[in-house]
C-alpha cells in the first residue's frame, strides 16, 4: 500500500510561484512512475507532468506547463515536487499527486495510476 498527501498549495498572483510536494508513505520502493495532475471547476482532471522513478528520473510535460513547471524527487524525503513558475490564471485547480508500481511511465499512459493523493489547491489571481 501507497500513501501520497500533497502540500504547497495557495493563492498567487498571476506571473507568481508555488511549489508542490507530494509525500509519500508505504511500500515506495515499488513505485515506478508518479505524475501531477490538476482538475480545474467544470473541467476534466489533466495530466500535468509525470516522473520516471526507476528510469533516471525522466520527466515529461504537458505542453501548457512546459517551461514553467518542473517536476523532481528526492529519495531521501522520499518526497516529489512540481514547481511552478510563471503561473497564470488557467492553472488554477485542485492539484493531484499520482503513483504507479505496476509499471513504468509509458505503461501509465495506457493503464492510469493505481495511487492518488487528496489534493491541494492553487488560485491564480489576474
Known amino acids: 500500500q501507497v500513501h501520497l498527501e500533497e502540500s504547497g498549495g495557495g493563492s498567487v498572483q498571476a506571473g507568481g510561484s508555488l511549489r508542490l510536494s507530494c509525500a509519500v508513505s508505504?511500500?515506495?520502493?515499488?513505485?515506478?512512475?508518479m505524475g501531477w495532475f490538476r482538475q480545474a471547476p467544470g473541467k476534466e482532471r489533466e495530466g500535468v507532468a509525470r516522473?520516471?522513478?526507476?528510469?533516471?528520473?525522466?520527466?515529461t510535460y504537458a505542453g501548457s506547463v512546459k517551461d514553467r513547471f518542473t517536476t523532481s524527487q528526492d529519495n531521501d524525503k522520499n518526497t516529489v515536487y512540481l514547481q511552478m513558475s510563471g503561473l497564470k490564471p488557467e492553472d488554477r485547480g485542485a492539484y493531484y499527486c499520482?503513483?504507479?508500481?505496476?509499471?513504468?511511465?509509458?505503461?501509465?499512459?495506457?493503464?492510469?495510476?493505481?495511487?492518488w493523493g487528496q489534493g491541494t489547491q492553487v488560485t491564480v489571481s489576474s
Open positions: 508505504g511500500y515506495t520502493d515499488s513505485i515506478q512512475c
Open positions: 516522473i520516471w522513478i526507476g528510469g533516471g528520473g525522466i520527466t
Open positions: 499520482a503513483a504507479e508500481p505496476r509499471g513504468n511511465c509509458d505503461w501509465v499512459k495506457e493503464y492510469g495510476y493505481k495511487y
